[in-house]
């Protein structure tokens, strides 16, 4: 079954450090998203990117946060310089079709702890 | 915008017991309606998603969910839970209209199945 990758699964890093979070999504699909989850609170949305920008980003995506895909697979979010309230458990999705049927798949996350 | 009430944070349950999993949303737009499961140290699976057409909704894993659009609630059910069930389920909304296309996610239920 196809499936979302995530590397890595934990990174431990110090505050002001940058942080590159790496995610190979199922290879047909086209649209990426990134969300987290803070220890004990909700899954909230980062991003989502389609045809190599940003489409829709949310108030916590800001400057220190950024997106690419620089292979043609990789799906990246860069955190630039980390912060306490960065630690979290990073989510990336992806969806092959377009429209609202589109399943999103999950990949098993990466957590960050900064110090 | 959307956002999405899960009434219990945590449900104990005992095998081969039935169980409910309470969320309830608010928008000011049509959504659509998703339920995600989470088992330890994995990644968000769908469960279920309501689109459009016939309220209750059947997933994967015996899963079921009826779409109330007066009370404004997308409740999961199974009529007998297995220990695999433990895990931690979040109900999702989705905008059906605008641009935005990303999910909004409740809080989570911790639902654990007790031999």
């Known amino acids: 079954e196809p499936e979302v990758t995530q590397t890595p699964s934990h990174q431990v890093t110090q505050m002001g450090q940058e942080v590159i979070l790496r995610c190979v999504p199922i290879?047909?699909?086209?649209?990426f998203y990134w969300y987290r989850q803070i220890l004990g609170q909700k899954v909230e949305f980062l991003v989502s990117?389609?045809?190599?920008?940003?489409?829709?980003k949310s108030e916590i995506f800001d400057d220190q946060f950024s997106v690419e895909r620089p292979d043609g697979s990789n799906f990246t979010l860069k955190i630039r310089s980390t912060k306490l309230e960065d630690s979290a458990m990073y989510f990336c999705?992806?969806?092959?079709?377009?429209?609202?049927?589109?399943?999103?798949?999950f990949g098993e996350g990466s957590r960050l702890t900064v110090l | 915008a959307q956002s999405v009430t899960q009434l219990d944070s945590q449900v104990p349950v005992f095998e081969e017991a039935p169980v409910e999993l309470r969320c309830n949303y608010s928008?000011?737009?049509?959504?659509?309606l998703f339920w995600y499961v989470q088992y330890p140290n994995q990644g968000l699976q769908l469960l279920l998603k309501?689109?459009?057409?016939?309220?209750l909704v059947k997933g994967i894993n015996g899963f079921e969910a009826e779409f109330n659009k007066s009370q404004t609630s997308f409740h999961l059910r199974k009529p007998s839970v297995h220990i695999s069930d433990t895990a931690e389920y979040f109900c999702?909304?989705?905008?059906?209209?605008?641009?935005?296309?990303?999910?909004?996610f409740g809080s989570g239920t911790q639902l654990t199945v007790l031999p």
């Open positions: 999705a992806t969806k092959g079709l377009a429209g609202v049927g589109g399943e999103l798949f």
């Open positions: 290879s047909n699909h086209l649209y």
């Open positions: 990117f389609y045809n190599n920008e940003i489409s829709e």
């Open positions: 928008s000011s737009v049509s959504v659509y």
């Open positions: 309501y689109l459009s057409g016939s309220t």
């Open positions: 999702a909304v989705r905008d059906s209209s605008g641009s935005a296309r990303q999910l909004t």
